[in-house]
């Protein structure tokens, strides 16, 4: 594998992209549209936004990155990639999803609903941006790229429809999504060393520490982990309660799948032994499971696009892994 071929791999964390680029598809399904040459224009879109932040968060993070020697192999730190080189790839990852709503409208009216659409895309670069710049010296600002992530899914409703109850269900699900993967998950899985460079994050402040191979978790972070993925169960069952159409089998899968995802939850949160590449498989598993939920909630909107939707993100990081060097299901993070 070219070594500078499985950097850039890395750094665009494009084996990733199949699940973090799927919110404004998701946003545009949620509001009745299925034509395949808009959700194309849209995950393309979430695929330039996912990119943005990754890069600019990495690049960021590049002095603080070269303290600790198991990060000191991510691309901008080993030198791989110049750092010049992550500027340029995020600033064009800034410019592309705006060209490509042009795409999307060409030919049309710029109405209320466009307008407000550009406007969640702008307010999610803002946010996005300072959490990558300023997010490890400002406690809470998991909540800021949370959001940004929210108005990322907003906008693929926004830009071909009016959002419903649908929609907002699955922006406050995003928001919760979000927030755990960045709070409790990348809290956990960085706590050895985060508080080695200054961090301020949730998770230090709640109390998480590392101590040899001991890992200490206050039980006030664990009710805030489970309380995030408690209410994401409880919001997943409200469209049906308000109407949505379902399959008598979707229920009990979604059952399932949420029981799987609070397993891992106990797991990741009651863990008494440091390990990062089991606190890394745990969060993949937990990642994967994840994005089943919300196509699974569509079945009965969508029928058998469902299924691909489902398969796309391992699928996607089954064919893209490769470019990468890493071994399959261990990833780097």
């Known amino acids: 594998m070219n070594e500078k071929v499985a950097a850039y791999a890395k750094l665009l964390r494009l084996p990733g992209l199949g699940g973090l680029a799927i919110p404004p598809v998701f946003g545009a399904i949620s509001v009745g549209v299925y034509d395949f040459y808009d959700l194309s224009l849209l995950f393309l879109i979430g695929c330039f936004t996912a990119i943005f932040g990754f890069v600019l968060n990495d690049y960021a993070d590049v002095e603080l990155d070269s303290l600790v020697p198991e990060l000191r192999k991510k691309p901008l730190v080993s030198g791989l990639i110049e750092r010049k080189n992550a500027v340029a790839i995020s600033m064009v990852c800034a410019i592309l999803p705006f060209l490509l709503a042009y795409m999307l409208w060409e030919g049309q009216m710029l109405d209320e609903t466009k307008f407000a659409a550009i406007l969640s895309l702008v307010i999610a670069g803002i946010l996005g941006t300072f ?172 029928g058998e696009i469902s299924l691909f939707l489902i398969a796309l993100p391992m699928l996607w990081y089954i064919a893209f892994t490769p470019l990468t060097g890493v071994r399959m299901f261990h990833p780097e993070m």
């Open 131 to 302: 959490y990558d710049i300023y997010g490890k010296k400002v406690p809470g600002s998991d909540f800021a790229v949370a959001l940004s992530m929210s108005l990322v899914f907003l906008f693929g409703a926004l830009a071909v429809g009016t959002p419903t109850l649908l929609t907002w269900i699955i922006f406050l699900l995003t928001f919760n999504q979000t927030l755990h993967m960045n709070a409790v998950e990348g809290g956990i899985k960085d706590a050895d060393h985060d508080f080695m460079m200054g961090v301020k994050n949730i998770a230090l402040t709640a109390g998480v520490k590392v101590e040899g191979r001991r890992i200490s978790i206050p039980w006030h972070f664990r009710i805030f982990g489970m309380g995030i993925r408690i209410s994401s169960l409880l919001l997943i069952f409200v469209p049906f309660i308000y109407g949505l159409d379902y399959l008598i089998w979707q229920i009990p899968l979604l059952l399932a799948l949420m029981a799987m995802v609070i397993f891992i939850e106990i797991k990741l949160l009651w863990m008494k032994k440091f390990d990062r590449e089991r606190i890394r498989r745990l969060i993949a598993a937990a990642a994967f499971t994840r994005y089943s939920i919300v196509p699974v909630m569509l079945v009965s909107k969508i």
